[in-house]
DNA sequence: AATTACATCTTATAATAACAAAGTGCAATT
DNA sequence: AATTGCACTTTGTTATTATAAGATGTAATT
């Protein structure tokens, strides 16, 4: 009857900012801090530091507030990586995708037709649909129910999708704002590293694409300009739904990581415009290798 | 208690319709085609012919159909051009995006606030929103309530647009795929000679932005690619925001559609990188004269 | 001075019902 | 054969109400 609570999301994010800011064993996790960080107000960051403590990673003291009962690299996730254990929202959108991609779907259908199928009130459909609208596969229709875009989920768009990426990706490296961020460079380095050195063997598939988008997205954020970086971050995410029905080719992944870290090589080097016009091929090979199973 | 009727804007759509296919008096209307162009059902078409009717604009035939009482070209819009005379969503859309440029928001506002402060219903509100969302100058939080981002409505962000419109549409125009479009072509120079002969000094502000903005979609649809023209489209929708206040220079006009029409006869004859820096070169120089209000 | 813990207020989701508009099948008309 | 006109079905918006979750001010604790 209400809604979904974010706390379990939170855990989550608890767990992930943790590990990445490296915190030890006995620090302290103020609320107001935690809140501020992820937008929210400090009481869905209480009962997410419940849920913590009940799994035994934060400790409670009273008046005084939760302290790291572990240390943050010693964090296992729980439910790590169960093949598609996506919760809420994300499975429903999943599964739409799913859906639309085995042609399961008429180029027209209606909002009650999709809350009967997947047994979701309209009010949490909509915000799918929404969602899916703002990633462009979607669309409403001027009277009643909402149309397919197949194009976007076809062959030949994602070849051209391969191309947009190229090009955005070179000229926003060309930009005379584009300014190398260090620390970016820094963690993209060890990432990539570490995928290279055997990571590739084991991480899973979502890790292996984050990175890999990462990566580009840092690239492009160095441009310094919000619309190159948008235009990625967007055909980045229709881009997962599409390879995610794809067998990653982990044998070149070792060839990926260097190029990767090669052109961070040139670009602290000053070679901007070499970086670039490899970067541009980097891009385009990615695309011809891997073939779509659908 | 119901929605709102299609049919007003159908009727809009209508009359745009006949005038851009040139039809003449006593041409026959048929429903369904009418339908299938304007993807609805055969109802909404049917009220918005009765309304149109009444108006004068087409005459029917009991069992045979709506049939134009008049020219094509002879329809004036009704209620043209007052000034804002936007209706329904719309209105309130550029309610919120006056009242954000005005900086009459705080960072972050919830539903409620906004349902109250603009007298919508929540269904509607939302609708707006997530529009407001798709083009990127709001989103929503993962608790309560909604947050703009300022950044995007800067005068920053607004070179920066000029920038990714420059380069996407260049390298748009250099892409293999790219093949000119003749009959689009064709109706660019039209418009283009129509505006630059007089119509810069009594077209709408509305018109001239639409003219501009078609030409631009124009050329970068014969790209063949979706996502340049969709990210062109994208853009063009935050500027019109931007732009609506911003006072036209309407004496660079004519300049703009001298140099919009030599970038078709440079494609013409076949000098597409000349086209393309030109093209490139033309954007960046609007960028440098206007000078937002704000 | 910072931070928690609690009480209180506000917000958004969900279920339901009513209704006008959109969608549709088919006989009637041209 | 095409298309309308109409009866009928389905859809989506709106209003209402209940409720769990998020937001927040403040006294208490460190």
Chains 1, 2 share one sequence.
């Not at 000053?270 to 891997?290: C, N, Q, V």
Request: net charge neutral; charged share 30%; proline share 4%.
């Amino acid at each position: 009857m209400a809604r979904n609570s974010l706390s379990p999301r939170i855990s989550t994010d608890i767990i992930e900012f943790v590990k990445s800011n490296a915190m030890r064993k006995g620090d302290h996790l103020p609320l107001q801090m935690l809140a501020d960080n992820f937008r929210v107000s400090r009481a869905p960051i209480m009962s997410a530091l419940q849920k913590l403590e009940e799994r035994g990673i934060v400790r409670a003291e009273p008046n005084r507030g939760y302290f790291l009962a572990v240390n943050g690299e010693a964090i296992e996730d729980l439910e790590p990586e169960n093949g598609q254990a996506a919760e809420g929202d994300d499975a429903i959108y999943l599964k739409i995708a799913d859906d639309l991609l085995s042609g399961r779907f008429a180029e027209r259908v209606s909002e009650n037709e999709l809350m009967r199928l997947y047994e979701v009130p309209r009010t949490r459909l909509l915000k799918i649909l929404h969602r899916i609208a703002d990633e462009g596969w979607i669309e409403r229709l001027p009277g009643n129910g909402w149309s397919f875009k197949q194009t976007l989920m076809s062959r030949k768009s994602y070849e051209e999708g391969y191309v947009f990426r190229a090009v955005i990706e070179q000229q926003a490296m060309l930009l005379s704002t584009f300014q190398p961020d260090p620390d970016g460079f820094r963690r993209a380095r060890e990432t990539q590293t570490e995928l290279g050195n055997g990571g590739y063997e084991h991480w899973s598939r979502a890790e292996i694409f984050k990175a890999n988008n990462d990566f580009h997205e840092m690239l492009v954020a160095c441009s310094g300009n919000e619309f190159f970086l948008d235009a990625i971050k967007r055909i980045n995410r229709l881009r997962r739904l599409l390879e995610y029905q794809i067998t990653i080719d982990r044998s070149r992944l070792p060839k990926q990581t260097a190029e990767h870290l090669h052109i961070l090589d040139l670009l602290e080097s000053d070679r901007r415009s070499e970086a670039a016009a490899f970067l541009y091929t980097h891009i385009m090979g990615a695309s011809r290798i891997k073939t779509p199973k659908v």
